[in-house]
């Protein structure tokens, strides 16, 4: 693979280009326009967030995490998978001009008031798209580790210390039946660890996910076949605590 190919795929700069172009064009609306449109709604948010919602990029190149995660796996995770959850939302809002305003996160949050008829894409596909974006975002070269600041102090005062943190965390991860996540939530003062099914999103029960590893087969069957385990273990090597600790404070703030 040239390195042409590798950039391609997780940084294009025409999309950054494109994007800040985007911003600029939002920018230059009269005010009083603004007031009504929905361009407002969606300023500043970015492009995976804006319908119709795009795949976001990866801040590293999908061979980065190795030798934890496999580069081939990243590929089609994140440029197959997280591709389909992404187009199927699109398409089961196509006919809901008001859904497509919100942002996926939001139609998360509202999903008891989705229409029946989508409810479930919503649900399965939102869901999707929202858990495996923050996925590529929890996870950096280089990661591991323990956590600092807050989110550490928040830790070691919910769990004990950071090792028991751990060991509960693996183990629903790994007691996860079937297809699912495990997650360490925000909710109401507390820091808490839940597992949901398929694509459930801790949105969806008023909680803030902080942290989450996808257990779904795909996620590491390549590498690891039926190990859920060894991937688990071997996934601690790149989670970026910097960032979960940013998504702590932005949860505390509300
Ligand atoms: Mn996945």
Do not use: C
């Amino acid at each position: 693979m040239t390195v042409d190919r590798e950039n391609a795929s997780y940084m294009p700069r025409r999309e950054f280009i494109r994007h800040t172009a985007m911003i600029g064009a939002a920018a230059a609306i009269a005010p009083s326009l603004l007031a009504t449109s929905s361009i407002q709604a969606q300023a500043g948010r970015p492009p995976s967030e804006i319908y119709p919602y795009k795949v976001p990029l990866l801040n590293y190149g999908h061979s980065a995490l190795e030798p934890y995660l496999d580069g081939r796996t990243m590929e089609i995770h994140h440029g197959k998978h997280h591709a389909a959850y992404v187009a199927n939302l699109n398409s089961a809002l196509e006919s809901y001009p008001e859904l497509q305003k919100k942002s996926p996160t939001e139609l998360l949050k509202m999903l008891d008031q989705i229409p029946e008829k989508i409810r479930t894409q919503v649900r399965n596909h939102g869901g999707g798209h929202v858990n495996h974006s923050l996925f590529w975002q929890v996870m950096k070269p280089k990661g591991g580790g323990e956590p600092e600041g807050q989110i550490g102090d928040k830790i070691k005062s919910a769990f004990g210390d950071f090792k028991t943190f751990k060991e509960e965390f693996s183990k629903a991860a790994v007691g996860v039946f079937g297809s699912g996540w495990a997650w360490l939530v925000y909710s109401k003062g507390e820091v808490q660890i839940i597992t949901t099914a398929n694509q459930d999103s801790p949105l969806s029960q008023g909680m803030v996910p902080l942290l989450g590893v996808d257990v779904w087969e795909h996620a590491y069957y390549l590498k690891f076949q039926n190990r859920r385990g060894d991937y688990v273990n071997s996934w601690w090597n790149v989670v970026n605590w910097h960032m979960v600790g940013s998504f702590y404070a932005r949860a505390v703030k509300g």
